[in-house]
């Protein structure tokens, strides 16, 4: 039997495909939410789930980091993902006969150019992969979706023009979540380790418990801050580091973390994505 991921969206989507990209011989699982696609993990009926958790456009994917500390997951892997979308319509459409195109509404926005050129009516719905379902059920030619390809192959829409972002770049990372901790041996080179943390309430918490960091030449790719449970003075931190928990900076630097921190929680320490070492800047 052929083991299961799960997935944010419809078939067709680009979490499927980043599903199928790292996992090819896996059942990529369908489902609405991001709570279930948590949940498929959490009751045992998907091995791992492939989650978006930021855009090179958008930033950061927003519900990820309110389930992901207290879902009791632990990140294994990433997957970065370059965004694509191309105008899809029914059998028998043509340029000339649309008139109206629907996609997300960052699938519109990134793809302004050709609207104006075709003068399209743009709608905005609930996702990419939906849109292209929509539109082949209503099998209307002077309707268009912008979709991925995959979108295009599963509810048999033909693509009238590719590749019409405007631009190039759009890129989003996935975090692959696991049951079971796996994390990456420490001969593993280079290694990413996630963790969310809330420093304690004394002056100049967070810039003493982001000291160790530097003092240790430690590279943090990120850190950001939300609030929990819509509380004002509750801020957590989601941050991200270069390095191996094993190595002897990233545990000085842990340490002291820990120190100023009254929660913890490394998320998980895995392979980093070789397009970190392709496109993103190299640290000085």
């Known amino acids: 039997m052929a083991k299961v991921i799960s997935f944010q969206g419809e078939r067709g989507a680009n979490s499927e495909i980043a599903c199928n990209e790292v996992y090819p011989d896996w059942q990529a699982l369908p489902c609405a939410t991001f709570e279930d696609a948590f949940a498929a993990l959490g009751d045992g009926t998907a091995d791992l789930a492939m989650i978006p958790i930021e855009n090179s456009i958008a930033g950061r994917v927003g519900d990820i980091h309110h389930l992901l500390p207290t879902s009791g997951f632990h990140i294994i892997g990433e997957h970065f993902l370059p965004i694509h979308f191309h105008l899809m319509a029914p059998k028998g459409a043509t340029l000339a006969t649309l008139k109206v195109v ?85 001969s593993v080179r280079p290694v990413m380790t996630s963790f969310v943390f809330r420093v304690r309430n004394v002056p100049a918490a967070l810039y003493k ?72 800047p190299a640290a000085e």
């Open 209 to 280: 418990a982001m000291g160790g960091f530097a003092t240790n030449g430690v590279n943090m790719t990120k850190l950001e801050s939300y609030m929990v449970e819509g509380q004002f003075t509750a801020t957590q931190f989601f941050a991200e580091i270069e390095g191996h928990p094993d190595d002897v900076a990233v545990r000085r630097a842990m340490e002291e973390l820990a120190f100023f921190s009254k929660e913890l929680t490394v998320l998980g320490t895995y392979p980093a994505h070789p397009y970190r070492q392709k496109v993103l």
């Open 102 to 186: 629907q996609s997300h509404v960052m699938g519109l926005g990134q793809c302004r150019k050709i609207l104006k050129k075709l003068k399209l009516r743009a709608e905005v719905a609930a996702d990419t992969a939906g849109s292209a379902r929509q539109v082949a059920e209503a099998n209307d030619l002077s309707r268009a979706a912008l979709a991925p390809r995959l979108a295009a192959s599963v509810y048999g829409l033909e693509i009238l023009a590719e590749d019409v972002q405007d631009e190039d770049h759009n890129t989003t990372r996935f975090i692959i979540l696991s049951r079971e901790q796996q994390d990456a041996a420490p």
